[in-house]
């Protein structure tokens, strides 16, 4: 019996969706026995993009109006360490509320665009979240207006063209189909970056790694589960996960602990929102073991990856 190509596109979808779900089933079980494997592959991926000792980077979505709130300060405290964050505001928040943000830009510290429409809400509690504009959720027509629409903005707001993105939501938009649609638009506005992977990504190619012409710069995960990401939100916040703030003070000491003690290649890329963790002094202090590693801007880490290609 000859398949029809409907038949065909439909079968071959299917069975990248199995081997998707089957790879996160293997790399679950990878993460809860073998962590020291999993930082082991993610040391030679690393040394793969040109790596020869630890950076580190910290990245902040700032996708509520909390975050232009606390910015400024959280900024400073960190800056008083020696960590530069980097910063990812969704335009329509920067358009409203742009004091703060104006003098971080000024200062020097990278922005990457973000998308231009708003896609959390912080509740009235401070803690609970509304969320949408999910990647994988909206047409390509409405992704790819996020898109432009956010790097106009931002290109008039820096003075400059950003180099860099980030999905927002990034989680939920992994497959590889998604990626290659977003990573067109990108190329069209002569990006040179994304950071919007998993940390999974970065085993299965590289620390950095090429793709479609530009580099992806996946997001980092702990110590003792390499493949989860640390983020503020579910480790502070999050009523269902099972980490708590002391875990994630924790898995920071203990990567710091081993970047000092081994001085193995790795790339941690973090990222926090501001909002979750301006009241939160024990950040601040973790933080600063990590500053003698830090990268101030992702365009200076891909420079460091490519000098030592
Ligand atoms: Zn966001």
Not at 28 to 50: C, D, N, T, V
Not at 173 to 202: G, H
């Amino acid at each position: 019996m000859k398949l029809c190509d409907c038949c065909v596109l439909l079968s071959t979808c299917l069975i990248m969706d199995l081997m998707f779900v089957s790879n996160q089933l293997i790399q679950r079980i990878q993460e809860k026995f073998y962590p020291a494997h999993l930082r082991k592959q993610l040391s030679l991926a690393a040394k793969k993009s040109g790596f020869t000792k630890p950076v580190f980077l910290l990245s902040f979505d700032c996708d509520t109006y909390k975050d232009a709130q606390v910015v400024g300060d959280v900024h400073d405290k960190l800056t008083e360490v020696g960590i530069t964050p980097i910063y990812a505001v969704p335009c329509e928040i920067l358009m409203k509320d742009s004091g703060a943000y104006q003098d971080i830009a000024k200062s020097g510290a990278e922005f990457i665009n973000h998308g231009y429409y708003e896609h959390s809400r912080l509740h009235e509690d401070g803690k609970t979240y509304e969320s949408w504009n999910f990647y994988d959720k909206i047409s390509a027509k409405e992704m790819e207006e996020d898109v432009l629409r956010g790097h106009d903005f931002l290109s008039q707001f820096l003075g400059r063209e950003p180099k860099g993105f980030r999905t927002p939501h990034f989680g939920s938009f992994q497959k590889k189909t998604d990626l290659e649609r977003l990573y067109k638009i990108l190329l069209k506005k002569n990006y040179e970056f994304s950071t919007s992977t998993v940390p999974a990504k970065a085993i299965q190619h590289s620390a950095l790694y090429k793709v479609n012409g530009l580099v992806e710069i996946p997001v980092g995960g702990g110590y003792d589960f390499p493949l989860t990401i640390l983020d503020s939100y579910s480790f502070r916040y999050s009523e269902s996960f099972k980490f708590g703030e002391a875990d994630y003070l924790l898995q920071i000491r203990k990567l710091a602990n081993w970047f000092e003690k081994t001085g193995s290649p790795y790339v941690l890329n973090l990222y926090a929102d501001p909002s979750q963790v301006y009241d939160w002094p024990a950040f601040f202090s973790a933080m600063a073991q990590l500053a003698q590693f830090n990268v101030n801007s992702y365009e200076k880490l891909i420079k460091i990856a490519e000098s030592n290609e």
